[in-house]
């Protein structure tokens, strides 16, 4: 049951960030374009998804248990520091260069493209050199 | 429909599937995270499970609802590289990256996720301003 709701989750997921327009980097590149010529469609994403989490993520939250789960793991560190910041600072520059973040990167794997392999693979090594660097 | 109708619907499935991972498995749909775990566990069932999905959704969408696959970008090679080096390091220090902060824990009213997504659409705002307009589109 666990896989099949997982699966169904990531499904859902891809669908949106398909029809979104999130999976076209010169789409992503144009909204990041700010001060040349500004594409906002895809605030709307963001807009469309927070709308829906911000909404319903207090009232499951509130569910005893999870429908096929043990615990809900939500992440309990609260501390702003210099490790969010950085992080969240390469990772935009990262976005910037290439317009690729992480879901969209996967799920344009199926176009079949090599500059989508080349992207992912480099964020996998990406990846586990931050677990060498930091551990 | 105009050019908002989609990506509004698109966002809207984003909300509704982070919550359904969410209420049935009690995970944040956060896809570095778990694009992480499903390589360096643990639980990488589910993992695994939610990227195939993800993966088959997207071709369900172009396949079946006649949304257009994306053109092949001209980022060259050089650039992708450092682009997916850097989000994949950044994501990991970070905790974090679109969906795990931005859809997720904007959801969650999380400020640590406030602040990362604040500063990395700031970066990434940035840099396309460096790339496109000061180093003149040269990249």
């Given at each position: 049951m666990k896989f099949v709701a997982a699966l169904l989750a990531g499904a859902l997921f891809g669908l949106g960030l398909t029809l979104s327009g999130m999976s076209d980097p010169a789409k992503v590149l144009g909204f990041l374009d700010v001060t040349g010529?500004?594409?906002?469609?895809?605030a709307f994403v963001m807009g469309g998804a927070v709308l829906v989490t911000f909404v319903a993520t207090p009232w499951v939250l509130n569910q005893p248990l999870p429908l096929f789960n043990t615990n809900f793991a939500t992440p309990t560190n609260t501390k702003l520091d210099k490790r969010l910041i950085s992080g969240a600072a390469l990772f935009g520059i990262g976005w910037g260069l290439s317009?690729?973040?992480p879901g969209p990167a996967w799920v344009s794997?199926?176009?079949?493209y090599d500059n989508t392999l080349i992207f992912c693979a480099a964020m996998i090594a990406g990846m586990g050199l931050e677990r060498l660097v930091t551990r | 429909m105009n050019q908002f109708t989609l990506p509004l619907i698109g966002g809207v499935a984003l909300g509704l599937a982070s919550i359904w991972l969410l209420w049935s498995?009690?995970?944040?749909?956060g896809i570095s995270g778990i694009l992480w775990g499903a390589a360096a566990g643990p639980e990488r069932h589910w993992r695994w499970a939610f990227l195939l999905g993800l993966l088959g959704g997207g071709m369900l969408s172009h396949h079946?609802?006649?949304?257009p696959v994306p053109i092949d970008h001209d980022t060259p090679t050089g650039i992708l590289i450092l682009g997916g080096l850097l989000v994949g390091f950044g994501t990991r220090l970070g905790s974090g990256c679109t969906s795990g902060h931005g859809v997720c824990g904007l959801g969650r009213r999380s400020p640590r996720s406030l602040i990362a997504v604040l500063t990395f659409m700031a970066c990434g705002m940035v840099t396309v301003l460096v790339t496109q307009h000061v180093v003149g589109g040269a990249l």
């Open positions: 010529d500004w594409r906002p469609d895809l317009g690729y973040c794997l199926s176009y079949g | 498995l009690g995970r944040v749909a079946l609802l006649g949304i």
